[in-house]
């Protein structure tokens, strides 16, 4: 994709702005902005938008003067979300999803990305976008795309999706791609500030809650039962996306529960931490399902992803 940025004061007149229905900020710095996020790196939108890294930044910092509110927290090797940038980029998703799917009906083509595959925002950053790499230096002729949407939407076409929860028995082909355990998570200064160093002490403190997702995420009332204490009476903090209840754990608001398998980077990185040594296995597992009529290249990229979930968390055979 190719982008001319021009300044956005003078992409319109003042008569068009005027005549605008919609109160949308310029479209040039909505398109970096979701570029931005979706790779939470400038270099990496500036790529995929043929434009110079300044470029997205100074677009970014338009959008934001405008807004009035900070998007990105800016480090040395990338960005992070602040919570206002998480909701903005979830916002965005849902409306470029249904524009892009009005497109695709109106075209109607049959020449679509030889695979296309289906997964949450959270999968497609932290396992799947990485998997898609791999494969591609292995086979660079065939092309894989992504739908990330956090919204369960089978009128969606794809040939593979990603779900977290029970393997359906309905006669469809699944493929388990791992099972893992899940963590109490907080950020260093998190942990210091709410004197967390033993389960119990997760029980007053802020928690961050996982509500109105397609996919069954484990809470913490579950989580704190399996670890043999009783229901938590801290703060409670809602979202209804993973992505920025993990920013949220991050910039020191409560702790999550984290899929080791899943946001690895993350502890990795030191961004989140294991508050405690108790965890859970996972009642439910990330798995695959092939959709039908699929091609050859959509196979071969299926038996990938099972080979890097069996590399990653030994699951050679479903549960």
Known sequence: MS????????????????????????????LCFEAAARHLSFKAAASELNVTPAAVSHQIKALESELGRQLFTRHHRGVEFTEVGAFLFVALQKGFESISETVQSIRER??????????TSAMSAFWLTPQISAFWKRHPEISVSQIVSDIENSAQRCD??????????????????????????????YASLHGIREARDLLQAPLIHITGEGARWTGWPDWLRTVGLGAPVGKSLSVNNYMIALQMAQDDDGAVLGWDGLVGPLMTSGRLVNLVADSIP?????????HSRVSANALLFRDWLVDAGDRNFGTATDP
């Open 282 to 290: 996972s009642p439910e597992c990330f798995y695959l399902k092939v």
């Open 3 to 30: 982008l001319t940025l021009s300044h956005p004061d003078t992409d319109l007149c003042e008569s068009d702005i005027m005549a605008r229905p919609y109160d949308l900020p310029s479209m040039t710095s909505l």
């Open 110 to 119: 049959s020449d679509r990305p030889a695979v296309v595959v289906r997964s």
């Open 160 to 189: 593979l999706s990603i779900h977290y929860g029970t393997i359906p028995e309905d006669g469809g082909e699944y493929r388990l791609l791992f099972r893992d355990r899940i963590l109490a998570l907080g950020s260093p200064a």
